[in-house]
């Protein structure tokens, strides 16, 4: 499995992934990153920054790219790595108040060198706040350092050091189902997913524009998340309304929908409602303002497949479908494009768009009821479920194609045993056995 350098445990980081990395045209220096030649004490001051921030990740031995592009030289050039930690060591415990060390990994060059890339963690889940160095508090503004004046001096001395922003846990909202004035469920089943996210200076203040969110609209509709909604509908229909704005639509609370479209009486048996809200400025700003988005999938197939009057037995979602619709959600959520269109709202730095790490499905009936059995068997007493919550595993990049299989079939297996039934695991290899994985 290939996770993120921001994540990836020492054994995975390999010269190669970081002269790729470092490779990227996209990859220049950021809120989160910075590249550095070779120690020097600013190196001190921007640990402290990203600690005051968001954390972030450091890579001693890298030329910027600029400087590197100038003089047609390789970016990855390493240090000496014992020489080079000893002196950050030294300096954090010397300058910093208090004293603080980040996390140091070298990884040694693939030649006889002797040379290494130092990669630095910044983790500010752990780190003290706020971290003083020469009696100031740096922090880091759009991939430079700054100095904390006195209200975000005070705002860190509030924070606890646990806050959480850049693996951030997500804690949504479970969604509820609507009910029609006879207090019957609407629909067969919604799946909410999405993530919180910091706000940047300008972001805290700004409202949404009209294009930032046609933005996003075109985006999510080039994603793979309108094929994923259409399978649902297994050809039945292939008519939809693409993301637009529709409903509750605020200067600060964005809400694109996506309809399919049918002429029966349920007219839309699949939709999908992506939902950004920015926090309030009325009165003293939040001590950490966050946005909010979520990406729902309400669907209303089995209702669809009952008004046209001609089946003969109760319609079932197909378990491939499910795998299908959760791996387009999760794909659509970490889409590129997707997400640079959600750090330009909030004024972050793309890498701290955080992947999705909860999902919820709550559905009208039991789920062993939801589900075409296909091999699925009921656990006699097992009790029974109406959908519920699940995490996903941390150190899955969710970008990677195969980690985010992985992670459909972990959820997909959590759901059958919960709703006490066995077999999810055979029908899932037989799935993956007769299916091309996507890209």
């Not at 045209?25 to 921007?46: A, D, I, N």
């Not at 349920?266 to 920015?278: D, G």
């Not at 079939?409 to 919960?418: K, P, S, V, Y």
């Amino acid at each position: 499995m290939t996770t993120s350098l921001f994540a990836a445990s020492a054994a995975d980081l390999t010269i190669e992934r970081i002269r790729a990395f470092a490779a990227r045209p996209e990859q220049v220096e950021s809120l989160t990153l910075e590249f550095k030649r070779e120690y020097s004490t600013s190196l001190l001051k921007t640990i402290a920054a990203m600690a005051n921030t968001y954390g972030g990740l450091i890579m001693v031995g890298i030329i910027d790219k600029a400087e590197a592009d100038k003089k047609g030289c390789e970016r990855v050039v390493g240090v000496d790595a014992q020489e080079t930690i000893d002196k950050i060591a030294s300096g954090c415990r010397e300058k910093f108040d208090p004293p603080w060390e980040p996390t140091f990994i070298p990884v040694p060059l693939d030649d006889e060198s002797g040379r290494s890339v130092v990669v630095i963690r910044v983790d500010a889940n752990v780190a003290p706040r706020p971290l003083l160095i020469d009696l100031r508090a740096p922090i880091r503004l759009s991939g430079q350092n700054s100095t904390a004046d006195r209200d975000k001096l005070l705002q860190l001395a509030r924070e606890e050091p646990a806050a959480g922003v850049l693996p951030m846990g997500q804690s949504l909202m479970a969604p509820r189902l609507n009910q029609d004035s006879d207090g019957h469920c609407t629909e067969d089943f919604i799946l909410r997913t999405g993530v919180n996210l910091p706000m940047g200076e300008a972001g805290i203040w700004r409202p949404l524009s009209e294009r930032s969110v046609a933005s996003l609209a075109r985006a999510l509709n080039a994603s793979p998340f309108p094929s994923a909604l259409l399978n649902l509908m297994q050809g039945a229909v292939t008519d939809s309304i693409g993301f637009r704005p529709l409903g509750h639509n605020r200067s600060r609370t964005a809400r694109l929908v996506w309809q399919a479209v049918s002429k029966a009486s349920v007219a839309h048996p699949v939709e999908a409602i992506v939902t950004v809200k920015l926090p309030e400025v009325y009165g003293p700003t939040p001590t950490a303002p966050m946005a909010n988005v979520t990406m729902d999938v309400i669907s209303r197939v089995r209702r669809y497949a009952e008004s046209l009057g001609h089946m003969q037995w109760e319609y079932r979602y197909p378990v491939p479908d499910l795998a299908v619709l959760f791996n387009g959600l999760l794909e659509t959520a970490v889409n590129h494009d997707v997400t640079t269109e959600l750090a330009r709202i909030t004024d972050i730095d793309t890498a701290l768009v955080a992947q999705p790490r909860e999902l919820h499905l709550v559905a009208d009936r039991w789920v062993a009821h939801l589900l075409r059995d296909e091999g699925l068997r009921e656990i006699p007493d097992a009790g029974a479920s109406t959908g519920g919550i699940f995490r996903a595993t941390p150190t899955l990049d969710l970008r990677v194609a195969a980690e985010r299989q992985d992670q459909v079939d972990d959820w997909l297996r959590q759901l059958g045993l919960d709703a006490g039934l066995t077999g999810m695991e055979s029908l899932l290899e037989h799935y993956r056995a007769t299916t091309t994985p996507t890209a």
